[in-house]
Each structure stands twice: as C-alpha cells, then as structure tokens.
C-alpha cells in the first residue's frame, strides 16, 4: 500500500522559506520520480517540481526556477522541497506525489498525499 504523508505547511511573510516534506512508503523507489504539486483557491493544480528517485535529477517549473528546491533522503525514503523567496503567488495547498515515466516532465502520477496548506502573507 502506498503512502505519501506531507508536512511542513504553514504561514509565512513574503520573502521568507519554508520547507515541506513527504514521506513515501511502499513503493519500489527505483522506478519512481516523485513531484511536488500545488493548487491555489480557484486554479487548477500546476506541477512545481519533481525529481528521479534512482538517480536524483530534478526538473522544475519556471515559476519556481531558482527559488525551490526539491532533494530525497534515500534512507529515510522522504522528498523534501525547499522553498526560498516566497510570494503571496505561492500560496496553495502543496501536494507530494509518485510517478512512473521516462521524462520527469511527463511522467504520470498515480499515487498522491493528502496535501498541507503554505500560506505567504504579503
């Protein structure tokens, strides 16, 4: 059974960083890319970020390009995104999922997290 628990939300200033994590667990990592989702009040979900569990390569969205960072601990099997610069725009609800695919930029996710709130006071 496959999970994917968030945490790390909160509320945060304009300027300011804040960084989520999600745990994974029963996947077979190797296969998977593992991807940071949001959605804003009103907007569909946009992809933020994601990265290759086997071999760590990332990809971003532009609109976070230099400001977030995604990276995984291997032993503890959790994805964090680091998040710098934060603007009012980033507010959203932020989600963890898995995905399969040989393109980080197309890959299908499948399994999701329940999504914690990031809130950026301006």
């Known amino acids: 059974q496959v999970q994917l628990v968030e945490s790390g939300g909160g509320l945060v200033q304009a300027g300011g960083s804040l960084s989520l994590s999600c745990a994974a667990s029963?996947?077979?990592?190797?296969?998977?890319?593992l991807g940071w989702f949001r959605q804003a009040p009103g907007k569909e979900r946009e992809f933020v970020a994601a990265i290759r569990w086997s071999s760590g390569s990332t990809y971003y969205a532009d609109s976070v390009k230099g400001r977030f960072t995604i990276s995984r601990d291997n032993a503890k099997n959790t994805v964090y995104l680091q998040m710098n610069s934060l603007k009012a725009e980033d507010t959203a609800v932020y989600s963890c999922?898995?995905?399969?695919?040989?393109?980080?930029?197309?890959?299908?996710?499948?399994?999701w997290g329940q999504g914690t709130q990031v809130t950026v006071s301006s």
């Open positions: 029963g996947l077979t990592f190797s296969w998977y890319a």
């Open positions: 999922a898995a995905g399969l695919g040989p393109s980080l930029a197309t890959a299908k996710y499948n399994y």
